[in-house]
């Protein structure tokens, strides 16, 4: 069935510096990448997307990469701060959201 | 404009209780979905609604969970009767249109001695 595989599953850093999380989709007709901020205790919140016309997508310190030969994407941030903290998913969609399985970023002042 | 709202927000009940979770879309948005987030299993797509209509309801664990959508502005999951094992945070999602930016309720709290 549709899977997608997240890694890390943590991920610390320094503040100031930027994390990169990876994301493998099987679906190859899966045309949405969305990827979603979730703080403790809070609902997911959307923070960027892309749709599978589109090869990188830029949003200030945040940015999303997808290739979709090799069914990857990537979410990077830059000049990380410690609000940055947060689990981070990603999701694969052609109808329906299958979500990776998270990674839990630590930022240290 | 209000997000999509999910009552109750914790709900403690013993075994065998029915328990009835509810949400209200977005107004103007026409599918929604349910999604429980356990630690082990993560974020999982119970069913979904299109225009009121469920369209998919693969991820519904058993026959004692239902989800019904009577209008364009409310839908309930049940479960009946309820099991420890149904322990978990449960979220409601709309959108507007089909692959579109899914939009989370607060969840709901639920837990089963």
């Known amino acids: 069935g549709e899977n997608v595989e997240q890694h890390p599953s943590t991920l610390s850093v320094q503040e100031g510096d930027s994390a990169v999380i990876k994301c493998t989709y099987s679906?190859?007709?899966?045309?949405?990448f969305p990827w979603y901020k979730q703080e403790l205790g809070k609902r997911p919140q959307l923070i960027i997307d892309?749709?599978?016309?589109?090869g990188e997508k830029k949003d200030q310190r945040i940015a999303v990469t997808l290739n979709k030969t090799a069914k990857h994407f990537s979410l990077h941030i830059t000049e990380t701060q410690p609000e940055d903290s947060a689990v981070y998913f990603c999701?694969?969609?052609?109808?329906?959201?299958?979500f990776g399985t998270g990674t839990r970023l630590q930022v240290f002042p | 404009d209000a997000g999509v709202i999910q009552s109750p927000r914790h709900e403690v009940t013993e075994m065998g209780q029915e328990v009835t979770l509810r949400c209200k879309p977005i107004?103007?948005?026409?599918?929604l979905f349910w999604y429980r987030q356990t630690m082990m299993r993560g974020l999982e797509l119970l069913i979904y609604?299109?225009?009121?209509?469920?369209?998919?309801d693969s991820g519904m664990p058993e026959d004692r969970f239902s989800a019904k959508m009577p209008n364009a502005s409310f839908s309930t999951l049940k479960i009946q009767p309820s099991e420890p094992r149904d322990s978990a945070v449960y979220f409601c999602?709309?959108?507007?249109?089909?692959?579109?930016?899914?939009?989370f309720g607060d969840g709901t709290r639920l837990s089963i001695l």
């Open positions: 107004s103007g948005h026409d599918y």
């Open positions: 999701a694969a969609s052609r109808v329906k959201l299958i």
């Open positions: 892309i749709r599978s016309n589109v």
């Open positions: 679906d190859s007709a899966s045309n949405y």
């Open positions: 999602a709309s959108s507007w249109g089909g692959n579109q930016p899914q939009h």
């Open positions: 609604f299109n225009n009121n209509v469920p369209i998919d």
